[in-house]
């Protein structure tokens, strides 16, 4: 298992990410919206080439527009 931590800019949105059993697991907090997208494209993105499953936890979410939905379809 490998754990990661990316801070977009305070307050705003922070990504970690861990890689469990070959899933890659990107815990996402804070606000999603259009100036945030990118950071959240390139989270659930990038990573090992091995890894076949992301999995989104929206769990630390406080709000979401649009464009972040755009990104998750």
């Known amino acids: 298992m490998s754990d990661h931590d990316n801070t977009a800019r305070p307050g705003r949105l922070s990504v970690t990410h861990r890689t469990v059993e070959g899933v890659r697991i990107v815990s996402l907090r804070g606000e999603i919206d259009h100036t945030s997208r ?24 406080s709000f979401m527009d649009s464009s972040g939905i755009n990104v998750l379809i």
């Open 38 to 61: 990118d950071v959240l494209g390139e989270a659930l993105l990038s990573g090992d080439a091995a890894v076949t499953r992301v999995v989104a936890d929206l769990g630390g979410v």
